[in-house]
């Protein structure tokens, strides 16, 4: 089991920046892809970023490509989101995930056994 918490949402204005931060813990996090998405009510959960174990090959949604940034630090067991040059349609709740396999990147939400509680950004126009 892999518990994960999730931490940084907030109220931006547009072209602003946000940091987000995903707390694991529970079996070991290096063994883990970790993986960011979003939700809006009544949408489906959309894939917004992926990193392998090593933080190599860091894979994006072409909506969020050259302005959202995941990094991980394995000896903090905590995976990142920088999120720069905000709009307003990146409003949404953002999750955190954990997918079985150090390489094993998916841009598909079934494919990640852990979630966290989600996080909230808003950001205005």
């Known amino acids: 089991q892999v518990q994960l918490v999730e931490s940084g949402g907030g109220l931006v204005q547009a072209g602003g920046s946000l940091r987000l931060s995903c707390a694991a813990s529970g079996r070991t996090f290096s063994g883990y892809v970790m993986g960011w998405f979003r939700q809006a009510p009544g949408k489906e959960r959309e894939f917004v970023a992926a990193i392998t174990w090593s933080g190599g090959a860091p894979y994006y949604a072409d909506s969020v490509k050259g302005r959202f940034t995941i990094s991980r630090d394995n000896a903090k067991n905590t995976v990142y989101l920088q999120m720069n040059s905000l709009k307003p349609e990146d409003t949404d709740i953002y999750y955190c995930?954990?997918?079985?396999?150090?390489?094993?990147?998916?841009?598909?939400?079934?494919?990640?056994?852990?979630w966290g509680q989600g996080t909230q950004v808003t950001v205005s126009s």
């Open positions: 995930a954990a997918r079985n396999g150090p390489y094993s990147i998916s841009t598909h939400y079934s494919n990640y056994a852990y």
